[in-house]
């Protein structure tokens, strides 16, 4: 007999815009989420300029501007977010970007990425922007592997001035789903 009190559900996982009130939780994913990717490829003080430079008020001023944020969360904390809109990245032939996608490390290898990474997918498909393109630091090694298994194809390389340092970024794209 099953107990009348008893009910499962699948309501702990929440994909939603990002609101005012998730800035402060925004700004905490992103310091952790850039401590435990770059420590060791970014040099400290460059990190900390990084990280220091998207506070609560730059979440609040990207929010205004109508930047383009997803959150991911799981029992009602946040626990990730993704930005994303039309591509900027000239030559790939996408119409779509997502400019970042990031989990707190405690949900990382847990399968949110690829949850917040479909839905974002999926989202710009529906705004009729065919294809897909992501840039990381290619010595982000795990988010290269992540980016594979999602199925991208790494398209072309660019480079990205960080403190003095010249950085390597791989490219890498979708093609647009066919029917």
Known sequence: M????????????????ARTADC???????????????????HG???QKMVSRRGIGWWRGAL?????????????VPAGYATY???????????????ELYLKPEYQGLGFGRTLFTNVRETLASKNMAGLAVQVLSDNQPARNFYR????????????????????LSIYTWLPDIP
């Open 45 to 47: 003080v460059d990190l």
């Open 149 to 168: 298994a999602m199925g991208g194809k790494l398209s072309a390389k660019s480079w990205y001035r960080i403190g003095g340092r010249r950085m390597e």
């Open 64 to 76: 205004s501007r109508g930047v383009n944020i997803r959150v991911l969360s799981i029992a009602d």
């Open 2 to 17: 099953l107990y009348p009190f008893c009910r499962m559900t699948t309501d702990l996982i929440d994909l939603r815009a």
């Open 85 to 99: 809109g039309p591509c900027r990245l000239r030559g790939t032939g996408m119409d779509g970007e997502i400019y």
């Open 24 to 42: 402060e939780a925004l700004a905490g994913i992103h310091t952790e989420a850039w401590l435990g990717a770059y420590r060791g490829v970014l």
